[in-house]
């Protein structure tokens, strides 16, 4: 793969991957041949801060946990809004690192 091309696609889109597997990332991408590049960069990945402001403001709702596909924790928090806050408030600290964990996840399982 195209080092130039890789480069550019890790620049654009780091701030959707934790930033201690950008590297890890960076080579699995130089490695792989063009078809799976261009799978790569069609992926659509969820964009962490959008999805904190979706758990600050819709977070008692559960929305946010059903934007990441955890469907199960999505009803929880929906039935007892927020696990009465409490959960709410912790999603607050770790939705940004989940969705960054589920973006680099995506992309593994193409990869």
């Excluded at 696609?9 to 590049?37: C, G, H, R, W």
């Excluded at 596909?69 to 999603?91: P, R």
């Amino acid at each position: 793969m195209d080092a130039q091309k890789v480069d550019l696609f890790v620049m654009t889109n780091q701030k959707y991957f934790p930033a201690e597997k950008i590297v890890y990332l960076k080579d699995k991408l130089l490695q792989t041949s063009e078809s799976k590049f261009n799978l790569v960069t069609s992926t659509e990945l969820k964009d962490p801060t959008t999805t904190l402001l979706v758990s600050i403001f819709l977070g008692a709702l559960g929305i946010d946990r059903f934007m990441l596909g955890e469907t199960g924790m999505g009803i929880l928090k929906l039935l007892t809004l927020g696990c009465f806050g409490i959960l709410t408030i912790v999603d607050w600290f770790t939705v940004q690192k989940k969705a960054r964990e589920l973006n680099f996840n995506k992309l593994m399982v193409l990869l």
